[in-house]
T-cell receptor, first 113, second 113 residues
Framework: QQQVKQSPQSLIVQKGGISIINCAYE??????FPWYQQFPGKGPALLIA?????SEKKEGRFTISFNKSAKQFSLHIMDSQPGDSATYFC????????????FGTGTSLTVIP | GAGVSQSPRYKVTKRGQDVALRCDPI?????LYWYRQALGQGPEFLTY????????KSGLPNDRFSAERPEGSISTLTIQRTEQRDSAMYRC???????????FGPGTRLLVL
């Protein structure tokens, strides 16, 4: 079964707007939550990651919000740009029990000028 | 420096044939992972290695799939008696330690006719 659930499947945002992608998990052994960005024809590339000891991590225009009690985490892209148009995958990993990543199903983001 | 490389980039084979997919991780990376990515989906974990030891093969779909990393560097994913349902993008990733950021290769697109 899908270990990490991701929504929405697709997202269209105006340039300058905020893009929000949500993920949820069940396995409490997960303790590392990365977000990957994938452009067509390319492999996924790490965007930003968080561990559950913090509730938020910000890197430039990208922020992860983490709610440990709800077992949810989300990616916020501020001031979205057309160059951000890509597919975004959340993932979760039980690093203490192995580093295999369990990915969400992906969100196709389109930022329109 | 060089990233993760995979070969071949594309492989077309007939049903029933065996295929071998190669992954060359980033030099010095301890861990190597294999994923399968269907179109429009997130990568699905298959197996991973720390050095030459296969740590987890729980994601391999059946016994037609096997992987090895005999010298702790290059890895080969072998699919025996291929079936049409094996058609997918096969991605390899590596990480410097047995936890943390995974760097993905460009993938091998496998098509079984």
């Amino acid at each position: 079964q899908q270990q990490v659930k991701q929504s929405p499947q697709s997202l269209i945002v105006q340039k300058g707007g905020i893009s929000i992608i949500n993920c949820a998990y069940e396995n409490t052994a997960f303790d590392y939550f990365p977000w990957y960005q994938q452009f067509p024809g390319k492999g996924p590339a790490l965007l930003i990651a968080i561990r559950p000891d913090v509730s938020e991590k910000k890197e430039g225009r990208f922020t992860i919000s983490f709610n440990k009690s709800a077992k949810q985490f989300s990616l916020h892209i501020m001031d979205s740009q057309p160059g951000d148009s890509a597919t975004y995958f959340c993932a979760a990993s039980p690093t203490s029990g192995g580093n295999q990543f369990y990915f969400g199903t992906g969100t196709s983001l389109t930022v329109i000028p | 420096g060089a990233g993760v490389s995979q070969s071949p980039r594309y492989k077309v084979t007939k049903r029933g044939q065996d295929v071998a997919l190669r992954c060359d991780p980033i030099s010095g990376h301890v861990s190597l992972y294999w994923y399968r990515q269907a179109l429009g989906q997130g990568p699905e974990f298959l197996t991973y290695f720390n050095y030459e030891a296969q740590q987890d093969k729980s994601g391999l779909p059946n016994d037609r799939f096997s992987a090895e990393r005999p010298e702790g560097s290059i890895s080969t994913l072998t699919i025996q008696r291929t079936e049409q349902r094996d058609s997918a993008m096969y991605r390899c990733a590596s990480s410097a330690a047995s936890y943390g950021t995974q760097y993905f290769g460009p993938g091998t697109r496998l098509l079984v006719l």
